[in-house]
């Protein structure tokens, strides 16, 4: 993050418990500032004289005098792995996220830094962005277990005033410049939703291509407004047509529902259609070459604290003999993440060979129940299933 003179980049290194500062000229390291372990984003006042950081491996986030390189406030967060944290366009409001309990916490940022609110979100609390509207200023929260975005007023006590569903796992987001858009990258839909800030509805979804997007800003004015075929050559030379990137991303997309014994009592769960059962998680597959596949999955809707694992059943049910792909454990929220590599395309399209059976057969996602641990871990009964 530069400082607002910019004559400092501050790094937040999260693998260690320092912010690294640059020289902005000369990019050579000048100090260290300790911070809690695992620092996570680092923003700057509008002013440039406060540095906001928040922890991914501690639950603390620090106010820093950007003079005296000094922690001059600790505040306490509501659970560690905060992704995200941004402050509101008219700098009194700071907003950080909290993905693996389904949280965004507000404060002030000015001194003393009061706590505003603890807002539950939902399942896979990813980011925070602002919009600035004729109808005021509004915080935008992405929430990836339920597939959708979260509209909150920025007043002394924040409040919900829109819900909107979006596709697979709603991650990074940046306004248009002049307030009355809302880009927000959907990072299992390999694509780019966009939000009209006055109705809150989705104008339309944009394709990109196998870029999983996280995060994204929007640039103004990037491309030259002019009838000249040369300029818009040149400002759209290294652009792919978007019906050219959707056939190069060519993804799998996938959804997973409860069982009659994985069902939990959770506000995590996704919204569903009349008749249909919800999906609470989502899977996507992009191909990585023609020998291998990358598997992203964003998880919903299951225990805290317990241990699963991610398979490939050849029974869609996810009876009987399964192959393990990825274990992990449930956070607070019920979510969790997963990415692995691997031929899953011909697996999950029904090109696997069943040598055995003499034929090729498909395999299907499950996510099972596991306990144990290292040659004594078993897997148990499934808890969710492909659609």
């Given at each position: 993050?530069?400082?607002?003179?910019?004559?400092?980049?501050?790094?937040?290194?999260?693998?260690?418990?320092?912010?690294?500062?640059?020289d902005?000229?000369?990019?050579k390291?000048t100090?260290?500032?300790?911070?809690?372990?695992?620092?996570?984003?680092?923003?700057?006042?509008?002013?440039?004289?406060?540095a906001?950081?928040?922890?991914?491996f501690?639950?603390?986030?620090?106010?820093?005098?950007?003079?005296?390189?000094?922690?001059?406030?600790?505040?306490?967060?509501?659970?560690?792995?905060?992704?995200?944290?941004?402050?509101t366009?008219?700098?009194?409001?700071?907003?950080?996220?909290?993905?693996?309990?389904?949280?965004?916490?507000?404060?002030?940022?000015?001194?003393p830094?009061?706590?505003?609110?603890?807002?539950?979100?939902?399942?896979?609390?990813?980011?925070?962005?602002?919009?600035?509207?004729?109808?005021?200023?509004?915080?935008?929260?992405?929430?990836?277990?339920?597939?959708?975005?979260?509209?909150?007023?920025?007043?002394?006590?924040?409040?919900?005033?829109?819900?909107?569903?979006?596709?697979?796992?709603?991650?990074?987001?940046?306004?248009?410049?002049?307030?009355?858009?809302?880009?927000?990258?959907?990072?299992?839909?390999?694509?780019?939703?966009?939000?009209d800030?006055?109705?809150?509805?989705?104008?339309?979804?944009?394709?990109?291509?196998?870029?999983?997007?996280?995060?994204?800003?929007?640039?103004?004015?990037?491309?030259?407004?002019?009838?000249?075929?040369?300029?818009?050559?040149?400002?759209?030379?290294?652009l792919?047509?978007?019906?050219e990137?959707?056939?190069?991303?060519?993804?799998?997309?996938?959804?997973?529902?409860?069982?009659?014994?994985?069902?939990?009592?959770?506000?995590?769960?996704?919204?569903?259609?009349?008749?249909?059962?919800?999906?609470?998680?989502?899977?996507?597959?992009?191909?990585?070459?023609?020998?291998?596949?990358?598997?992203?999955?964003?998880?919903?809707?299951?225990?805290?604290?317990?241990?699963?694992?991610?398979?490939l059943?050849?029974?869609k049910?996810?009876?009987g003999?399964?192959?393990?792909?990825?274990?992990?454990?449930?956070?607070?929220?019920?979510?969790?993440?997963?990415?692995?590599?691997?031929?899953?395309?011909?697996?999950?399209?029904?090109?696997?060979k069943?040598?055995?059976?003499?034929?090729?057969?498909?395999?299907?996602?499950?996510?099972?129940?596991?306990?144990?641990?290292?040659?004594?871990?078993?897997?148990?009964?499934?808890?969710?299933?492909?659609?």
């Amino acid at each position: 993050m530069w400082t607002t003179n910019g004559r400092e980049v501050w790094v937040a290194v999260r693998g260690e418990d320092y912010l690294q500062v640059l020289d902005g000229a000369t990019y050579k390291p000048t100090r260290r500032i300790q911070v809690p372990n695992g620092p996570g984003m680092t923003i700057i006042s509008s002013d440039g004289k406060y540095a906001y950081v928040c922890s991914t491996f501690t639950p603390e986030t620090v106010v820093i005098d950007t003079a005296s390189y000094e922690v001059v406030k600790r505040i306490k967060q509501a659970s560690t792995f905060c992704p995200n944290i941004a402050a509101t366009p008219d700098g009194s409001q700071v907003w950080f996220t909290l993905k693996d309990s389904g949280k965004v916490q507000v404060f002030s940022a000015q001194p003393p830094f009061n706590s505003i609110a603890v807002l539950e979100t939902g399942a896979i609390t990813n980011h925070v962005n602002f919009a600035l509207t004729p109808k005021g200023q509004f915080a935008y929260v992405t929430i990836g277990g339920l597939r959708q975005v979260k509209v909150f007023t920025t007043g002394p006590q924040p409040k919900l005033v829109a819900t909107i569903d979006t596709g697979d796992n709603p991650h990074g987001l940046w306004p248009s410049g002049d307030g009355s858009r809302m880009y927000v990258g959907l990072q299992l839909s390999n694509a780019v939703a966009v939000i009209d800030t006055a109705s809150n509805r989705v104008l339309s979804t944009v394709d990109v291509g196998a870029q999983a997007p996280m995060a994204l800003m929007y640039v103004p004015r990037a491309v030259p407004d002019s009838s000249s075929s040369s300029s818009s050559s040149s400002a759209t030379a290294n652009l792919v047509p978007a019906e050219e990137a959707r056939k190069a991303a060519s993804a799998l997309h996938f959804g997973l529902v409860a069982t009659a014994s994985g069902k939990v009592s959770s506000s995590s769960s996704s919204s569903k259609a009349p008749g249909k059962q919800a999906v609470l998680s989502s899977v996507a597959v992009n191909s990585q070459g023609p020998f291998s596949d990358s598997l992203e999955a964003a998880f919903s809707g299951l225990k805290p604290g317990q241990q699963y694992v991610l398979a490939l059943a050849k029974k869609k049910d996810g009876s009987g003999d399964v192959e393990p792909l990825a274990s992990f454990t449930a956070g607070p929220d019920g979510a969790a993440g997963a990415a692995v590599l691997g031929p899953f395309r011909g697996m999950l399209l029904g090109g696997q060979k069943d040598s055995a059976a003499g034929k090729r057969q498909a395999r299907y996602l499950t996510v099972a129940l596991l306990s144990g641990s290292g040659d004594a871990m078993k897997v148990g009964s499934p808890v969710q299933v492909q659609q």
